[in-house]
Every structure is written in structure tokens, then in C-alpha cells.
């Protein structure tokens, strides 16, 4: 069955354009944490080429990428996300930088709304509250850079995803990561150390070092190379949303085992399986994108938060249609 986004740019000039924009926003990195320090004479010293050009990248692909989406829901949340990345991470703290409040000792102070990547700080509770409640689509779905560069600048390459097998047992290594971020949020509350401070410093070069340097494997793996095994933020995400509300539950009995809710997922996760097996997809790989529930040709899926839990949205979901041949009452 062909993919719910027959829309997705595809071929040579695609990806091609696609690494262009992935190098450009690998050099405004570089440029300003690297290129700046160890070559002064190689320096460029404009906004264009610093961090704000991953944001640049984000929002001129994601024009693209939104218009070229035919799937309603995946559509709007492309339209949120490309949003909400070129408000919160680009916008407010060029325009309206702050000094963020935050707990115990931190190596600097958390300047605007993208605290919320930082432990300890204000917003970074606010976050894990949210989280909590909604599941880590609020970050990973709606709001994060990350996501927004690999759904837009990164469309061509989401078939090249690796899954199945030894990519799903791999994510047992996000525990390591989450030990990572529990010891960093241990050091902010203990008295200064060289160890402390050689933790810090190595936490803030090694993960945006990895962070941007995945982009490169991007057309060997698939998109989700770094938030699937790497990124403390989102794996700390995952276990604080299957400590809360969010999942993502199906009828057995609707599904035809067409497999297209796991080719849609980006993250790998066996959504037909775990649904065959426990009749819901709870674990902290699902980042509650939503694309298994959007593409499914039966209604078979459907999201659940806290809004079920307190029956807040009893009603307001629509009557499923009847169960077809399968692809029959396909949605677009």
C-alpha cells in the first residue's frame, strides 16, 4: 500500500537540496561554536550563519513540505510545528531575550523559552508537567527543532529509516541517555566541582556535536538516528509521557494488518504489533506524532491524554465509518 504522504518530495534533486539545507545548518553551528574560536580569519560574523540558520532552513523546506502533505492532520501539526520552532526557538529569544529563573547551580543562565532543553530550569518543569499530562508529542511533535528539520528539510530521506529487529532492540540504549540527564540534574544540586564543571562542559559540546553531525547519516538511517537513540531530551520525554497519560490505543478487530501505521512511523516503533499484543502503544519511543493514527485506512487508532482520562472529550471525536475493504475509506 503506497504511503500517506504521496506528496513527499522524492528523487536525486530532492535529496540533494535536502543536504544542502541539512550543511547549511551543520555550518551556522560550526561557524559560530568552532570556526569562530580555533579560525578567526574564517569567521562569518552574520545571524544568517549561526544557529538561527537551522531555524531558516525549518521554515523555508517546511513551506514546502506543508504544501506538499495531502493527509489533513499531519498537515495542520506540520503547520504547528514549523510554527511553534520558528516562534519559540527563533523569534522570542532574538527579540525578547530574557533571563530565565532555574534551580541549583547551572554553568549559565537559561536565556529564553528554549530553557526548556535545559535541566533546571523554569521552563523545563513547566515542560515535564505538560509532558506528563499530554504525552511527548507537547516537545518531540509539536515544538522541537530537531523534529522540525528532519519533517521538513529531512521528507526525502523518512523511507530510509532503519526498523525491525536489532534498530528496536537498540533502544534500550535511551537509559543510558536518561542516566546521563539524571546525573546532570544531580550536579546542578551539588556544591562546585572541576568534576561538576567538566560534566557540564562536555554534556553542551558533546550533545549538539552529535546532535548536528547526525544529519549526515540522515540519508543512510532515516530521520530519527539521533532522537531515537541519543537525545536526552527527548528520552526523558518518553519515560516522563509513559509515566503519564498518553498512548495511543487500537481495535484489533479493525485492523487488516496492512502494516501502513509502522511504515508511517518514523521512530520505528511496532505499532501493530504492540497494539496485536497489549491493545495500545505506551513506550518512550512513540513521540506521538500521530502519523500511525492519521494513516490508518480503518480507524483502528486512536490518541488518548489526560483530556480522556478526566472525560473531557467524550463526544467530540467523530463516529468512525465503517470498516471497508481495506484503503477504502481512506482519509486524506
Known amino acids: 500500500m503506497p504511503s500517506e504522504d504521496p506528496g513527499r518530495p522524492r528523487g536525486r534533486v530532492a535529496a540533494a537540496l535536502a543536504m544542502a539545507g541539512f550543511l547549511y545548518a551543520i555550518w551556522g553551528y560550526f561557524n ?64 525578547f531575550p530574557f533571563a530565565e529563573p532555574h534551580v541549583g547551580r547551572l554553568p549559565f543562565t537559561p536565556v529564553g523559552f528554549p530553557g526548556m532543553h535545559v535541566p533546571g530550569a523554569l521552563s523545563y518543569f513547566v515542560w515535564l508537567g505538560l509532558i506528563f499530562l499530554f504525552g511527548r508529542r507537547v516537545d518531540c511533535a509539536w515544538c522541537c527543532p530537531c523534529v522540525g528539520i528532519r519533517e521538513t528539510v529531512g521528507a526525502p530521506f523518512r523511507g530510509a529509516t532503519i526498523k525491525g529487529g536489532p534498530a528496536w532492540r537498540l533502544r534500550h540504549v535511551q537509559w543510558l541517555v536518561v542516566g546521563v540527564h539524571g546525573l546532570y540534574l544531580a550536579f546542578i544540586f551539588m556544591p562546585a566541582s572541576g568534576l561538576a564543571d567538566a560534566f557540564f562542559s562536555a554534556f553542551w559540546s558533546l550533545v549538539p556535536l552529535a546532535y548536528y553531525l547526525s544529519f549526515l547519516l540522515v540519508p543512510v538511517t532515516g530521520n530519527r ?21 498518553f498512548k495511543i ?10 502494516g501502513l501505521c509502522e511504515r508511517e512511523c518514523d521512530m520505528g516503533v511496532p505499532v501493530a504489533t504492540l497494539i496485536r499484543e497489549r491493545g495500545e502503544v505506551r513506550v518512550m519511543d512513540c513521540m506521538g506524532c500521530c502519523r500511525c493514527v492519521a494513516s490508518c ?11 480522556d482520562a478526566l472525560g473531557l472529550r467524550r463526544g467530540e471525536r467523530p463516529p468512525r465509518k465503517p470498516v471497508t475493504a481495506c484503503g477504502a475509506d481512506r482519509r486524506t
Open 32 to 95: 559560530v561554536y568552532y570556526v569562530k574560536w580555533l579560525f578567526p580569519g574564517l569567521y562569518v560574523d552574520s545571524i544568517l550563519v549561526s544557529s538561527a540558520s537551522e531555524i531558516i532552513v525549518i521554515v523555508a523546506f517546511g513551506v514546502f513540505a506543508i504544501r506538499a502533505q495531502t493527509n489533513r492532520y499531519t498537515k495542520i501539526r506540520l503547520v504547528v510545528l514549523v510554527g511553534l520552532v520558528a516562534t519559540i526557538w527563533g523569534a522570542v529569544p532574538l527579540l
Open 297 to 307: 485506512p480503518r480507524q483502528a487508532l486512536e490518541s488518548r491524554d489526560v483530556r
Open 225 to 245: 538516528n539521533f532522537c531515537r537513540y541519543l537525545c536526552p531530551f527527548g528520552s526523558v520525554y518518553g519515560a516522563v509521557s509513559v509515566a503519564g497519560f
Open 249 to 258: 490505543v487500537g481495535d484489533p478487530e479493525r485492523c487488516s494488518g496492512c
